[in-house]
């Protein structure tokens, strides 16, 4: 298992991020560390990081990462739809920044034992927190087939979804399906191949993994706190990695920036909502190609930034 990571755009996003080097930075997925570690080594010994992620085990690793940094950073298990509780809780209400990288660790992948991995077999779980509700194997076992076709086609757009929702029901009549290889075979047994790097369950691993973790409803929620707490001229950097995250993020990025929610032909505004964002990014920056050789997990992802009025 990795201790470590590199952190996706990690120079885009101190660019982007720090406009105060005295400032508090708030990182809502802390992941491994890698994103904090290199604010921490950005900013000066005056400033301040409130780390969360919702894993616990990566949470453990990050602290030890961090070590060097302890008397500056104040690291917390939880969900980042409570962000504005958990800065309470340090005397904190307003920051200088705020970064979500919303791609999982490579160390979640290669631990079989977490159930991510399309190639590594082990118990069809999912979850960030273990701790928290029932393993994906249990939704598997017990969703109709419409239920699960919709899965897979609201949260992966995946476009065989009841294709592969009618083999699951019918292949677990004789056993439960609880492995990952178990589901990626089911899987490839009735999807064809487009590409010889993709397997044909990824977007099914995909749809069940933001399902069991509530990821869109938690983005949208999370976004919406984080701008609230951002100081002005804050800076809020998203890293999304799949068209789901990303119109989120650019949808709610312009929602914030343009206020006004009257219907167009109304010749006064009565809504009274003011724009709050102003976005930096009209277009995603991606990674460069160096990146990508170094990292290819990183070629899929965007990122969109936006400071606060």
């Known amino acids: 298992m990795r201790s470590k990571h590199i952190p996706v755009m990690g120079n885009e996003v101190l660019e982007f991020l720090i406009t105060e080097s005295g400032g508090i930075y708030l990182d809502c997925t802390l992941g491994l560390g890698g994103h904090a570690c290199k604010i921490l080594n950005a900013i ?39 962000l504005d509780q958990i800065l309470s809780q340090f005397g904190v209400s307003q920051v200088d920044g705020v970064l979500m990288d919303l791609g999982f660790s490579s160390y979640q992948i290669e ?66 399906i609880s492995t990952t290889t178990q589901l990626a075979e089911i899987v490839e047994s009735v999807v064809p191949r487009l590409s010889q790097g993709i397997h044909p369950a990824t977007r099914v691993f995909q749809s069940l993994r933001i399902y069991k973790n509530n990821e869109l409803t938690n983005l949208q929620i999370g976004i919406e706190k984080a701008v609230s707490v951002l100081k002005s001229r804050g800076r809020i950097c998203i890293i999304s990695f799949h068209s789901l995250e990303d119109r989120i993020v650019k949808r709610i990025y312009r929602s914030m920036e343009r206020g006004c ?17 102003r976005v930096i990014t009209r277009s995603p920056l991606v990674p460069k190609d160096e990146e990508i050789k170094v990292n290819p997990r990183s070629r899929s992802a965007k990122l969109r930034v936006a400071e606060r009025l």
């Open 111 to 176: 631990d079989p034992a977490r159930g991510f991995s399309i190639r590594r077999s082990g118990p069809l779980d999912m979850r960030f927190n273990q701790a928290d509700g029932n393993p994906v194997s249990k939704d598997l076992d017990e969703k109709s087939r419409d239920e699960l076709a919709k899965i897979f086609h609201e949260f992966g757009e995946e476009r065989f979804s009841r294709k592969i929702a009618d083999k699951i029901v019918e292949v677990r009549k004789n056993a439960p």
């Open 261 to 277: 929610i009257c219907p167009p032909k109304t010749p006064v505004c009565i809504c009274g909502k003011k724009p709050l964002l």
């Open 44 to 82: 000066s010994p005056h400033g301040r990081l409130v780390g969360i992620d919702i894993d616990p085990n990566a949470l453990e690793i990050a602290k030890r990462n961090l070590v060097p940094y302890e008397n500056r950073t104040c690291l917390i298990h939880g969900n980042f739809t409570y």
